[in-house]
């Protein structure tokens, strides 16, 4: 049974991300910010780089190239799915689904606004952790799940070692 089987993990993460993100917006200026937590507030900011504002004020190409690339991923991952047993492999599905539904979260902000939204924003004191949004804690955990597989990918296949 193919991978495919996850993608309405992916789904799933696309539309929680976006009825975040216009939650957001409807209900916040632009870097307004409520206090939740002593480490955790919420934010609305506009990312118009990558992951840590990188490339942010390079002049709009960005834009273009992130959305590409994010596109390009996407089918890799949609086809790198189809090849995965659901079940034999379900970190990996699982990871793989996560980083599509959060990629394609993104890309959607990207075509529609020209940049990101992001809204968490996590602290210690006043050492600020850049601000993130549901999609890219999707990728995050996305690549956590992939690592884990791998890890016990080779933990299975060491002579000697049970499963």
């Given at each position: 049974m193919s991978g495919w089987r996850w993608l309405p993990l992916s789904a799933l993460i696309i539309a929680i991300d976006q009825a975040s993100k216009v939650w957001v917006e409807r209900r916040f200026e632009l870097y307004e910010s409520i206090p939740l937590l002593p480490v955790f507030d919420l934010t609305y900011l506009r990312n118009t780089g990558a992951a840590f504002s990188f490339l942010a004020g390079a002049g709009g190409w960005q834009r273009w190239f992130f959305t590409l690339l994010a596109l390009g991923v996407?089918?890799?991952?949609?086809?790198?799915?189809?090849?995965?047993?659901?079940?034999?492999?379900?970190?990996l599905a699982a990871g793989l689904a996560l980083i599509l539904g959060g990629a394609l979260g993104n890309v959607i902000d990207r075509l529609h606004h020209g940049y990101v939204i992001d809204f968490v924003h996590v602290h210690w004191q006043e050492h600020y952790f850049p601000a993130f949004n549901v999609a890219d804690a999707a990728i995050t955990v996305g690549a956590a799940c992939v690592i884990i597989d791998a890890l016990l990918e080779t933990r299975r296949a060491r002579p000697g070692k049970a499963a």
């Open positions: 996407s089918v890799g991952i949609i086809v790198w799915l189809r090849g995965v047993h659901a079940r034999a492999q379900a970190w």
